[in-house]
């Protein structure tokens, strides 16, 4: 079982940056792969990042055509952290954003692959 509390969302200027942070609960943290996804009013829950093991004792990141160049996961698992730094926010980046942990490898992207769900943070970003 796992725990997952994400903080860091709020209200930010279009161009701004947020650094989001999802620490999870429990001793086998390095061996889930943690995603963020985020959600709007009436949309289905979108993939934004993920950092997937590789097998070679490192992390593959991963990210949406939408938030590519300008976020960045990064996780550091003596901490159960997975943190998302988002650079130059858009009004369209507005969303309530979810961390979440698979214990499975590959379709990093499909939401049906994630086991375990924080409740999501929010972030507005203002144009």
């Known amino acids: 079982q796992v725990q997952l509390l994400e903080s860091g969302g709020g209200l930010v200027q279009a161009g701004g940056s947020l650094r989001l942070s999802c620490v999870a609960s429990?001793?086998?943290?390095?061996?889930?792969?943690m995603g963020w996804f985020r959600q709007t009013p009436g949309k289905e829950r979108e993939f934004v990042a993920a950092a997937e093991w590789s097998g070679q004792s490192a992390y593959y990141a991963y990210y949406s055509d939408s938030v590519k160049g300008r976020f960045a996961i990064s996780r550091d698992n003596a901490k159960n952290t997975v943190d998302l730094q988002m650079n130059s926010l858009k009004p369209e980046d507005t969303a309530i954003y979810y961390c979440?942990?698979?214990?499975?490898?590959?379709?990093?992207?499909?939401?049906?692959?994630?086991?375990?769900w924080g409740q999501g943070t929010p972030v507005t970003v203002s144009s």
């Open positions: 979440a942990a698979k214990g499975s490898h590959g379709y990093y992207y499909q939401r049906s692959q994630y086991d375990y």
């Open positions: 429990g001793r086998t943290f390095s061996s889930y792969n």
